[in-house]
């Protein structure tokens, strides 16, 4: 599966952002998606997960209540809708699919990445 992710940009510190991450070439219904983050000079971070059918999530403790992922299967679409954010979310955001129907953390068991989308929250 070919995974496109788009929506990031500039933000002040409280400010929104929603990524997008469009997945062509299989049926996205059939993965687990997640979404993960990497800073400058630090390792890619999870950052959430969602089941196929949007049903279960699971979300880094560092941005729970703050961060919300979904998807919509009819469009071949995963979302992050990102709320207060704060300067230390600056990083680069990347999505991934994963086949084996577990919600997981670990960056290396998904299958597939997309490229990321620079999200920069200034103070």
């Known amino acids: 599966v070919q995974l496109q992710a788009s929506g990031g940009g500039l933000v002040q510190a409280g400010g929104s952002l929603r990524l997008s991450c469009v997945a062509s070439?299989?049926?996205?219904?059939?993965?687990?998606m997640g979404w993960f983050r990497q800073a400058p000079g630090k390792e890619r971070e999870f950052v959430a997960a969602?089941?196929?059918?949007?049903?279960?999530?699971n979300y880094a403790d560092s941005v729970k209540g703050r961060f919300t992922i979904s998807r919509d299967n009819a469009k071949n679409t995963l979302y992050l809708q990102m709320d207060s954010l704060k300067p230390e979310d600056t990083a680069v955001y990347s999505c991934?699919?994963?086949?084996?129907?577990?919600?997981?953390?670990?960056?290396?068991?998904?299958?597939?990445w997309g490229q990321g989308t620079l999200v920069t929250v200034s103070s």
């Open positions: 991934a699919a994963d086949r084996s129907r577990f919600l997981s953390s670990n960056r290396f068991v998904y299958d597939y």
């Open positions: 070439g299989r049926t996205f219904s059939n993965y687990v």
């Open positions: 969602i089941g196929w059918n949007g049903g279960s999530t």
